[in-house]
């Protein structure tokens, strides 16, 4: 079974400065996608970045962008000038290629990221 | 935004009593989702749908069942509410399995069992 672990339950990151959210995954497929999810107070859940595992390039997203290391199952999300918009919990997900899978997100525990100005 | 409508947003009922919430889209997708968001956990799949009168089985189903008569509505019953449910419920819908497609979410709905 595919696990995704958020080993940071707090973040906090200075306006104008640069975080890095951590996530890991354990996956035996080849084939899946990881995602970025924000949820600001409103609890309504948007995208903020995808990521294929077949693409060595890492996704970026205007001030968003992520570090993907495929070996060693990392998939960090990088913040360039924290706005104080971007105040949330931020999800880590994965999704599998093998289309039995029902398409599914599994999930990490969330990281409560809080900026200051 | 995608039309995903959740309703009530808001309930509080008692422990043994049942809970039915509904998950109602525009946009014609065939797979619907439901999943609880708790503390520590994240999210976490309970039922979904892919398609009329076709559902599976999530991570956590146990005490809950679900139904889709129709391709715009997707059900989550609790039979007999326990307060272990308590939680916020977020349905979700995707056009198909291919993970290149966007899974969109509504906005949820808190549920507080008493």
């Known amino acids: 079974a595919q696990t995704v672990t958020q080993s940071q339950p707090e973040m906090s990151v200075q306006e104008a400065e640069t975080v890095t959210l951590s996530c890991t995954y354990d996956?035996?497929?080849?084939?899946?996608?990881l995602f970025w999810y924000k949820q600001p107070p409103s609890r309504q859940m948007i995208l903020v970045i995808r990521q294929e595992a077949y693409k060595q390039q890492n996704a970026t997203e205007n001030r968003f962008s992520v570090n993907f290391q495929k070996a060693a199952k990392s998939f960090s999300l990088k913040i360039s000038d924290s706005q104080l918009g971007d105040a949330a919990m931020y999800f880590c997900?994965?999704?599998?290629?093998?289309?039995?899978?029902?398409?599914?997100?599994?999930f990490g525990q969330g990281t409560e990221l809080s900026v200051k100005p | 935004d995608a039309g995903i409508t959740q309703s009530p947003r808001h309930k509080v009922t008692e422990t043994g009593t049942p809970v039915t919430l509904r998950c109602h889209q525009t946009e014609n997708h065939r797979y619907m989702y439901w999943y609880r968001q708790d503390p520590g956990h994240g999210l976490r799949l309970i039922h979904y749908s892919y398609g009329v009168k076709d559902t599976d089985k999530g991570e956590v189903s146990d005490g809950y069942s679900v139904s889709r008569s129709k391709t715009e509505d997707f059900l989550l019953t609790l039979e007999s509410a326990t307060s272990s449910q308590t939680s916020v419920y977020f349905c979700a819908i995707s056009e198909s399995v291919d993970p290149r497609e966007t899974q969109y979410f509504g906005p949820g709905t808190r549920l507080l069992v008493l």
């Open positions: 996956t035996s497929e080849s084939d899946y996608y």
């Open positions: 997900a994965y999704r599998s290629g093998i289309y039995n899978q029902g398409g599914k997100l599994i």
